[in-house]
């Protein structure tokens, strides 16, 4: 973290003369341009944003795609890791390390992001010679960045430093700021980015920088996390109003919803790196290379009690298109299912981009911020929803807040596994159903894991990190 510090302005730079034609077409920047001349026209200042999104998606096993999904699904119970990898068979027997590199990316590299959109935030409220139309989209998209990083850090580690400017001096040595004041800053930065941003999507149409939509969704999300069901339902509702842009994909066209630019996609990273006729990185390293060598390394959980791949239901269609089979030459041979969301290894033409933001997650949050809030019915009709998509029939009306609950563990099981630590967050937030004080992780995850310990719910703090902050303090469990 502390070399992205110090050279956070030349990043800048940098990042926008390279990467900024591949999201928007304007002319890049001479990379020699100081700060102050980034801020000084609309191109350049855009330029700066779009390089940000550039660098979430320009290399495989980043925060922004790889890590986040696949450590989340391994922490929790939707796929494991074929092979031996030390660095992955941590995750998957949730103990890992603080010196594991993939903690590390995890922390470093969302606030790498955080640092580039506070500088882009006191740039361009610096600037008096940016359009008044720019200049408010790109508060707009920088203040959603920075709560979007602030939200995965906050769920992956608990307490973490709320950085809010570019004060290298001050921010180097930073205590762990509380959870909740670090929600509180979330939601400031989203109600701000909600009232900023546009409701269409800029740089042609294409959905890879966020919208009014993404900032309304991370919102809902925010609320719900945070305990305000009430909001939530307020914030989800105006998502799923937004016909105009968004809209969830009828059950004959499931599998296009991770094509680029779905009607389904409220935030997604296009491809930037694909060489080799790469599309997405999830694509690519999920995806078996061919059907002569089938072999995938990421596979569904096959527990017969507890596996997901036994927790869909008959004829959901999820399970059809969203996941894929090969039996191996074993003796007797057996049969893999792997995640199939991103069909795309490796093809010359880019047809799909990395899934951040969807539709079908306003829908979800609504059912249960409903069902929290005691509204069943309506709460149920939300989850019937998503079932109808998937080809099955609507739910019956839960009896009670729990019992509605655990449709809604059930729903969004199968919907987002593989997608962005969807169920190790969901696992993490929700209370026990068993034991006072637990978490859900204490009820579902021992079964599986033999290791599981209640503190497994907390990434450690990365070692690096711990060495050169005096005052950063580990999480329990890891000393």
Not at 59 to 79: E, K, L, R
Not at 206 to 227: H, N, Q
Not at 245 to 269: M, R, T
């Amino acid at each position: 973290m502390m070399k992205a510090i110090k050279y956070i302005l030349l990043i800048i730079t940098f990042t926008a003369a390279s990467s900024c034609k591949k999201y928007v077409d304007v002319d890049a920047p001479r990379t020699e341009l100081a700060q102050s001349s980034v801020f000084v026209n609309d191109k350049t200042a855009i330029a700066a944003m779009v390089g940000v999104y550039s660098d979430m998606n320009a290399y495989n096993y980043q925060f922004a795609n790889v890590i986040t999904m696949f450590m989340g699904s391994m922490s929790a119970d939707d796929f494991t890791y074929a092979a031996t990898l030390a660095g992955f068979d941590e995750f998957k027997n949730n103990t890992v390390t603080p010196g594991n590199t993939y903690v590390n990316g995890m922390w470093s590299q969302p606030y790498d992001f955080i640092y580039r959109a506070n500088s882009i935030i006191e740039g361009v409220t610096a600037s008096n010679t940016l359009s008044a139309g720019v200049k408010n989209q790109l508060l707009g998209e920088a203040k959603f960045i920075r709560a979007f990083c602030h939200f995965y850090l906050v769920n992956i580690f608990g307490d973490v430093p709320l950085i809010l400017d570019t004060d290298v001096i001050k921010n180097t040595d930073l205590p762990r700021t509380a959870t909740a004041q670090v929600y509180q800053a979330i939601i400031a930065d989203l109600v701000d980015a909600k009232r900023l941003l546009s409701s269409d999507f800029q740089g042609g149409g294409e959905r890879t920088r966020p919208a009014k939509g993404a900032a309304t969704l991370l919102l809902a999300r925010t609320y719900l996390y945070s305990g305000n069901n009430a909001q939530a339902e307020i914030e989800a509702g105006e998502v799923i109003a937004d016909n105009a842009h968004y809209s969830l994909l009828p059950k004959e066209k499931i599998n296009d919803v991770f094509l680029k630019n779905s009607k389904e996609a409220v935030w997604q990273l296009q491809p930037v790196n694909i060489s080799g006729n790469r599309n997405t990185w999830e694509g690519f390293t999920m995806t078996p290379a061919s059907i002569t060598n089938p072999t995938a390394y990421y596979r569904l959980t096959k527990d017969p009690q507890y596996g997901l791949v036994f927790a869909f239901e008959p004829n959901d269609l999820r399970k059809s298109n969203w996941t894929g089979n090969y039996t191996t030459s074993a003796t007797p041979p057996l049969t893999h299912t792997y995640p199939y969301k991103y069909k795309v290894r490796t093809n010359a033409v880019v047809t799909e981009y990395s899934m951040v933001l969807r539709f079908a997650e306003a829908y979800l949050i609504r059912a249960e911020a409903r069902i929290q809030q005691g509204k069943l019915q309506p709460g149920k009709e939300d989850l019937d929803v998503i079932r109808n998509r998937a080809g099955l029939a609507p739910l019956t009306l839960p009896g009670s807040i729990a019992a509605g609950m655990l449709q809604v563990e059930q729903e969004r099981r199968v919907e987002f596994f593989a997608e962005w630590g969807h169920r190790w967050f969901d696992l993490k937030r929700w209370k026990s159903t068993v034991t006072v004080g637990k978490t859900r992780a204490d009820d579902v995850l021992p079964a599986t894991k033999p290791l599981w310990k209640s503190t497994a719910i907390l990434m450690p703090i990365p070692t690096d990190v711990i060495k050169t902050n005096p005052n950063m303090v580990q999480n329990p469990g890891y000393n």
